[in-house]
């Protein structure tokens, strides 16, 4: 009995778009997606209220910081023995709630310690969500409308810079901090409930067989070789796509010469245009190819990031569109590769290799950020000095990881009886 018998797809879209319960589905885990990224970055802008808030070091919230991604990180390989062994809206569930209860300790911290311990929470809890969500992805949805579906769930993170981030800062300033996440929680006890009461099972994988012992099903998954090169390249994509991130506002401050009052202005605009973006993306991909898109996406990001790193002070009009471009580029490599990956994983395995990815992807990415921090130096008028450098890395990774794709979406294309995919 095949993968598609056992884990077939709810019904079939009619041409016109996707059913009622679809569309409810996808804004489901698009907005699952939304509150799991806002409570990652509004921790960010949000320091400089925090810090005095709870009289903590600059050090000491660089630690509750990293400790939700090193959380999310442990979390996902420890998790990834039991992922296929539930139902899948369970799973989400108890890992949701989960995740609802550390941001409900981080609105009620009054200290570091209680920061430090939502955190960590936080992140165990979140590290294995983003996983649970692509396996439903790809047990619900057929490969070829798996770009559209990953088009609107990733506009979560758009939509987390526009709304989110403006909203949480403007609570933060006319109340206090603690009631950003008392917000988060508000929304998430809603997901909760519409998880809960509207969403159908999700259990087919269930039917096939699995091995009873967890700690073998996950060196199963780790040491299946089919699925190292997508391991690979998730790693390139992760520690590649997180190297700029860290140092962006300082950049685009220091050394672009934009005013600090702009930059909410770069991140609205590039925000709405990724909203816009996304689901284009999703259904240049089923239309054109995963692949095609993904390369389509690699040279755009290739292109902007030499011209990015390399700029010095421009207008706000031309750092706007520098910054929306990339957008553009980064768009069309996460969404069609996001798309192929659930592609690679057997039906029996599909939660723990995407537990096992999100692991990597989280440790990759500070792996990222510490290489990053590595290369570039200050100045003593505050501007980053080698930030070039960074670029000249994130574009070798990109072209690594785009050959590295090819052999992914050949081997995807393999199963599916295609050329391309």
């Known amino acids: 009995m095949t993968d598609q018998t056992i884990a077939a797809p709810i019904e079939e879209p009619q041409e016109r778009g996707f059913s009622r319960y679809q569309s409810f589905l996808i804004a489901l885990l698009a907005l699952t997606q939304f509150t799991l990224i806002l409570d990652f970055i509004i921790m960010s802008p949000l320091g400089a209220i925090l810090m005095p808030a709870l009289n903590i070091t600059a050090g000491q919230f660089g630690v509750a910081v990293s ?21 899948r809206k369970r799973l989400l569930l108890f890992f949701y709630v989960g995740f609802t209860v550390g941001t409900a300790l981080c609105a009620l911290a009054q200290d570091f310690h209680v920061l430090l311990a939502g955190r960590i929470v936080t992140g165990l809890f979140a590290g294995v969500i983003g996983s649970v969500v692509l396996a439903i992805v790809a047990d619900l949805f057929p490969l070829h409308l798996r770009g559209r579906v990953m088009g609107f769930v990733q506009t979560a993170f758009a939509a987390s810079q526009v709304l989110g981030v403006p909203a949480g800062l403007f609570l933060a300033n006319h109340w206090n901090w603690h009631v950003c996440f008392v917000a988060i929680v508000a929304l998430s006890l809603a997901v909760i409930a519409a998880i809960a009461l509207v969403m159908q099972p999700v259990d087919a994988h269930l039917k096939l067989q699995h091995d009873s012992n967890p700690f073998r099903h996950l060196i199963a998954t780790i040491g299946e070789p089919r699925y190292t090169l997508a391991f690979m390249v998730t790693t390139l994509l992760a520690t590649g796509g997180f190297m700029l991130m860290p140092f962006g506002s300082a950049f685009t401050v220091h ?3 934009i005013d600090i009052v702009h930059l909410p202005t770069i991140y609205l605009v590039s925000g709405l245009f990724s909203i816009v ?15 095609p ?10 292109i902007m990031v030499l011209i990015y790193t390399n700029l010095g002070h421009v207008s706000l009009l031309t750092a706007i569109v520098v910054n929306v471009l990339m957008f553009v580029g980064i768009f069309s490599r996460m969404i069609p590769s996001q798309a192929l990956m659930t592609a690679i994983p057997d039906a029996s395995q599909r939660g723990s290799f995407n537990a096992v990815s999100a692991s990597v992807q989280q440790l990759s990415g500070g792996l990222g950020s510490v290489v990053a921090a590595a290369l570039v130096a200050e100045a003593a008028d505050g501007s980053l000095v080698h930030f070039d450098r960074i670029g000249y890395v994130v ?3 990109s072209i690594i990881s785009m050959t590295a794709m090819y052999f992914v979406q050949k081997q995807v294309a393999k199963r599916s009886g295609r050329r391309m995919v």
């Open 395 to 397: 574009v070798t990774t």
């Open 277 to 291: 973006i996304g689901p284009l993306v999703g259904r240049a991909s089923d239309a054109f190819g995963k692949y």
């Open 67 to 87: 400790a939700y991604a090193f959380a999310a990180g442990i979390s996902g390989i420890l998790a990834a023995g039991f992922a296929d062994r539930f139902d």
């Open 255 to 257: 050394n672009l010469g």
């Open 293 to 302: 898109t993904f390369v389509f996406g690699s040279v755009v990001s290739i």
